[in-house]
């Protein structure tokens, strides 16, 4: 379908201010599309409140540059696309042109579960969820879907983690990075992590390291972007971060020896109870009590995994 170029909008998840289009991309795509006459295969849909104009689902940056090369009209793809497709498809690209990889994390996971809440609070029980949706999250445990309609103890809806939003952007993203940015926003929400300081770290590594120092040495947030350009600056990595941190801080970075020490005896406690329950799992009759605990476990797991991972790293 032949479209006037002005009346085809941003992909509304696509936050242009916070993710701007990026010119020295833009100026080899146009090369590119000058040399080959081809700008790949445009997706948009109708606009769903504005008769006459289209949302672009992504190509953001090959517009822009078919834009600059004089064209008004373009010949691209008009689909049926839900709001869930469009999100996905902002968080595809963002993925694959975002430099900062910590706030791009930020970002999409932030507006994946805002999306989903929205969709989760909207009805009684799971089964009423909009088919297209359903179909997506098809393979979601029972329990991580069941425990996304459940209240916290001050009555908010706790709605979707990680399994949830980890089946919904897809393979192309992966577990820790989606843990990451659950607990930072968790932190940001709470007014204890200042969120431009953490999106100045260049890797999700440094920006873990950096938002546990900060909330362990309960720096204000109003120091913490100085700090972390002192980090950046300085290319500090690892226990290195913490110890930046406390320089800020009249605390002294903790020794965990003595933690570490008691610690060994309850994860050979756990060890103990798993091996008890080795062999009887046929004896639960609660099906959704087996699911909350082999998806706890493999939670657990997964986060005690990543921890050992950075021990070693350091």
């Not at 700090?227 to 290195?240: N, V, W």
């Amino acid at each position: 379908m032949k479209l006037k170029i002005k009346d085809i909008e941003p992909n509304p998840y696509r936050n242009l201010k916070k993710f701007p289009i990026d010119e020295g991309r833009v100026e080899e795509l146009k090369a590119s599309i000058k040399r080959t006459k081809f700008w790949g295969g445009l997706v948009c849909r109708e606009h769903p409140t504005k008769k006459g104009k289209y949302q672009l689902a992504f190509g953001h940056h090959r517009l822009q540059a078919i834009t600059n090369l004089g064209a008004k009209e373009i010949s691209i793809k008009v689909l049926q696309y839900t709001d869930a497709q469009m999100l996905q498809a902002m968080a595809d690209e963002n993925r694959n042109t975002s430099d900062n990889q910590v706030d791009m994390i930020l970002n999409v996971v932030e507006q994946v579960k805002k999306y989903l809440d929205k969709e989760f609070d909207k009805y009684e029980t799971i089964k009423e969820l909009p088919k297209s949706l359903i179909n997506l999250l098809e393979t979601s445990t029972q329990s991580a879907l069941s425990g996304a309609k459940k209240k916290d103890k001050n009555g908010n809806l706790i709605g979707a983690g990680q399994t949830i939003i980890l089946k919904f952007l897809g393979d192309d993203w992966n577990q820790p990075d989606i843990q990451f940015a659950l607990i930072a926003i968790d932190d940001i929400n709470k007014g204890v992590l200042d969120r431009t300081a953490l999106a100045i770290l260049p890797n999700k590594y440094q920006a873990s390291q950096f938002r546990q120092a900060v909330k362990e040495a309960e720096i204000p947030k109003r120091k913490q972007k100085e700090i972390a350009e002192a980090i950046t600056s300085g290319k500090i990595g690892g226990r290195d971060i913490k110890e930046k941190v406390y320089e800020f801080s009249k605390k002294e970075l903790p020794m965990l020896d003595d933690f570490v020490k008691k610690l060994m005896p309850k994860i050979h406690e756990v060890e103990m109870d798993f091996k008890k329950l080795k062999g009887s799992c046929a004896n639960i009759q609660d099906k959704d009590l087996t699911e909350t605990l082999t998806d706890d476990t493999e939670d657990m797991m997964q986060a005690v995994t990543i921890i050992i991972k950075e021990l070693k790293s350091e």
